[in-house]
């Protein structure tokens, strides 16, 4: 059984910074690109940044300079670095694990609120 769990999220001051972590289990983690998204009331979900299984790396212009994905294959966990937050950056976000256009999978959600 695959497993997502997202942790990490929470409530902070524009500015502020926060570190979403995503633990999968039940994949072979190292085989699969990671992502995060996320989805704003009322707004359709987006990617805000993916690591390929090779480290690639890759974000939403929204977020480039400020978030830093990376990965721990030794832990099967994925991580997002977010930074110098905004009150836009609020949402809940989504782990995604993704090996080929047909495989593929989601973690429940973690809500990050950015507000002072």
């Known amino acids: 059984q695959v497993q997502l769990v997202e942790s990490g999220g929470g409530l902070v001051q524009p500015g502020g910074s926060l570190r979403l972590s995503c633990q999968a289990s039940g994949i072979i983690f190292s085989r699969y690109a990671m992502g995060w998204y996320r989805q704003a009331p009322g707004k359709q979900r987006e990617l805000v940044a993916i690591i390929t299984s090779g480290d690639s790396t890759n974000y939403a212009d929204s977020v480039k300079g400020r978030f830093t994905i990376s990965r721990d294959n030794a832990k099967n966990t994925v991580y997002l670095q977010m930074s110098s937050l905004k009150p836009e950056d609020t949402a809940v976000y989504y782990c995604?694990?993704?090996?080929?256009?047909?495989?593929?999978?989601w973690g429940q959600g973690t809500q990050v609120t950015v507000s002072s």
């Open positions: 995604n694990a993704r090996v080929d256009r047909n495989t593929f999978y």
